[in-house]
């Protein structure tokens, strides 16, 4: 059957991607220096650096400042209004062979984002972004699916992005992401961060203000 119809993309979440530099991998030896640590549960969140607040340190204040820049790109997209954006904590994030990250968000973050870096294997796993359909205390209706929906744009309740050297991902903090395991040989190396407004969040107006 014939019919003229147009679909319409409501909210969508926008992803924010691009390349950095190749003269920031000068500071790719400061990461490979750090101490690492784990959590308990190695096996479900990989390896972090026990500093958490590396792109505040001044080896990575130019890597610091470009990340900044693309952030605030960012957020007039979203359109948040400030000026001025700052790190909360960041951190070099490893995820070993056989490693991976469970599903997840960053509170207290407004935007997150991932650099990556080092060696590549064939499929190293990124970033799997999730669609949440579900609100809080409700339930929702399970339908019956075909096989091959994520072919169908509008089907699609995960995005993975692939990882590349030098590859930077921004996206809102409240979107739910996690890793793929790591089926190769190599280890998969990012930093993460998350950025905040220098100056605070909300609003006067609102009387939702919270000035740091």
């Not at 000068?26 to 220096?33: L, N, T, Y």
């Amino acid at each position: 059957m014939q019919v003229n119809y147009e679909m319409l993309e409501l909210f969508p979440t926008p992803v924010y991607t691009t390349m950095i530099p190749v003269e920031f991998s000068k500071v790719i030896p400061f990461f490979d220096r750090q101490d690492m640590g784990t959590d308990s549960d190695h096996d479900n969140y990989g390896f972090r650096s026990k500093d958490s607040y590396l792109l505040d340190k001044p080896e990575c204040s130019e890597l610091a400042e470009f990340i900044l820049g693309n952030a605030k790109i960012y957020g007039d997209q979203l359109g948040y209004d400030y000026q001025k954006y700052r790190f909360g904590q960041s951190w070099i994030s490893v995820k070993a062979p056989g490693q991976h990250h469970t599903m997840h968000t960053h509170p207290n973050g407004l935007i997150s984002g991932v650099f990556y870096y080092g060696p590549v294997a064939e499929k190293t796993p990124a970033i799997k972004f999730h669609k949440m359909t579900a609100g809080i205390n409700a339930s929702y209706i399970q339908p019956k699916t075909v096989d091959k929906k994520k072919d169908l744009k509008y089907a699609q309740d995960n995005f993975s992005i692939t990882f590349e050297p030098g590859l930077l991902v921004l996206f809102p903090s409240y979107l739910h992401h996690s890793v793929p395991l790591n089926k190769t040989d190599k280890p998969r190396q990012s930093l993460a961060f998350n950025v905040v407004s220098e100056v605070g969040f909300g609003d006067e107006r609102n009387l939702t203000e919270l000035i740091f």
